[in-house]
């Protein structure tokens, strides 16, 4: 029962402070806050399965995110038909190419056994492969790069709805998990750690430079959203009226027609974004609640029993007869697909695609604070690492802005030491965030909610 108490006082408190947010600053900044953070929870959830069930370390996680956004623009964009048509057939050719490669070299594996021969025959498929590609490859990209390069350049994607991609988004991930998983899962901890890394450093360069496929590093705006746009609820007669409804003791005190028009266009514009936000919350937060529930009975079934037997002793769970391998790869994947999941939202509630801000060496480690100062192997800690991590990765300038102020207050506004503190209070978010770890690593060493074992 106390455990349950701590979750409830702790996500009170992350309401209360997301609430104090939007009464001191705006209701839109607080809702902002209010997405990102349950896209971050769904991230920590991913990187909890597998570090929190299965001991796995996978810093790989800004490469599966990308692919969850690259998945909304392959499926979410019309295609472009001019791209299709000087290169669109070369491109599919060369997919089946790639395809073919991999079967070939499968086959070759398990129908011959390991000597020179074998090595030779499979160096022989991929040399020949890539030649091919190349051939093929090369002057269809250039024509498809060639149209239209300010607009598109790119194939554009199945004109599908956008919610549609956040599921395609979880099966790249997991695809993609799936064979690093069969290549790197037999490596030791750390060099499982440096691997992930690095292949997330290959996959996020291959979707910055390769233009054909998603623009790279020009980007693609203006995708599909799955709720209203703010500039159609504007136009919307029956949410002016609504607004005009809910606004109507404030307006009552104006007395000028046109300076209560004003101030009704304004609340118009104002409650669009809220709007907005709140029905993007309300996507996010079913996604969150309906992996939670999934996690949580996945978490203390068999199964999940089995995960953590495995993770807290290897050798003991091999030796009663449990396949480790195949364990840890299943979580692997699992995991890697909701990572892709919580990429595809953050693409979706941005509106745009932008290869150049996945950057491994920097954000994946802000995805495992959250999992650290959450608690790992505890769902909830996940989450509440999520919430609390990024509510002072962004709140941090704001707050560190007030207490600067408050306490050189009495200095003139000319004082260096004032002026150098105020230009620098966005960067105290890193000085913040290092603080509450070492306090949180300090007194609460297993996460602000450890993980919970349930003897049956």
């Given at each position: ?232 609820l504007q136009a919307a007669p029956w949410f002016i009226n609504l607004v005009e409804k809910f606004n109507s003791g404030k307006l ?205």
């Amino acid at each position: 029962m106390k455990q349950y108490l701590n979750v409830v006082t702790a996500y009170t408190i992350m309401i209360i402070l997301i609430i104090l947010v939007g009464i001191f600053q705006s209701w839109s900044v607080a809702l902002s806050i209010l997405n990102y953070c349950l896209i971050s929870a769904v991230m920590t959830m991913g990187a909890n399965m597998q570090w929190g069930y299965a001991g796995l370390i996978n810093f790989g996680i800004m490469g599966y995110t990308a692919l969850g956004g690259l998945a909304v623009v392959l499926v979410s964009v019309a295609p472009v038909p001019q791209a299709w048509k000087v290169g669109g057939v070369n491109m599919m050719v060369c997919m089946a190419i790639i395809i073919g490669i991999v079967f070939s070299v499968r086959y070759t594996l398990k129908k011959i056994q390991k000597s020179k021969k074998r090595n030779y025959i499979i160096a022989g498929i991929i040399i020949i492969g890539f030649i091919l590609l190349r051939l093929i490859s090369g002057p269809a990209i250039e024509s498809i790069e060639a149209v239209e390069p300010a607009k598109t350049g790119f194939l554009g994607g199945l004109g599908m709805p956008v919610l549609f991609s956040w599921i395609v988004g979880a099966f790249f991930a997991g695809g993609l998990a799936y064979i690093i998983g069969k290549i790197a899962l037999g490596l030791r901890a750390d060099y499982l750690a440096i691997a992930t890394l690095l292949i997330a450093e290959i996959i996020v360069s291959i979707i910055k430079h390769e233009d054909w496929l998603a623009r790279g590093v020009k980007n693609v705006i203006g995708l599909k959203r799955p709720v209203p746009y703010e500039i159609d609820l504007q136009a919307a007669p029956w949410f002016i009226n609504l607004v005009e409804k809910f606004n109507s003791g404030k307006l009552k005190l104006i007395n000028s027609v046109s300076e209560r028009q004003d101030v009704l266009n304004q609340l118009v514009i104002d409650a669009s974004s809220v709007y907005v936000k709140l029905c993007m919350a309300g996507l996010f937060l079913t996604v969150v609640v309906t992996l939670l529930i999934i996690t949580q009975k996945a978490l203390y079934s068999p199964w999940g029993r089995k995960m953590r037997a495995i993770r807290d002793n290897e050798e003991a769970a091999s030796a009663m007869g449990k396949n480790v391998v195949k364990e840890h790869l299943l979580i692997f994947i699992l995991g890697s697909a909701v990572v892709g999941i919580a990429g595809a939202m953050m693409v979706t509630n941005d509106g745009l695609f932008t290869p150049g801000s996945y950057r491994p060496m920097r954000y994946t480690f802000v995805i495992w604070v959250m999992v650290i100062v959450g608690g790992t192997g505890n769902n909830f800690g996940a989450i509440l690492g999520g919430f609390v991590v990024w509510f002072l990765w962004v709140e941090a300038g704001p707050m560190a802005l007030f207490l600067i102020n408050f306490f050189t207050g009495h200095l003139p506004e000319t004082n260096a030491l004032k002026i150098h503190l105020i230009e620098s209070a966005s960067y105290f978010r890193f000085l913040m965030i290092g603080i509450g770890l070492l306090v949180i690593m300090r007194y609460r060493p297993q996460g602000i909610l450890p993980e919970k074992i349930v003897k049956n």
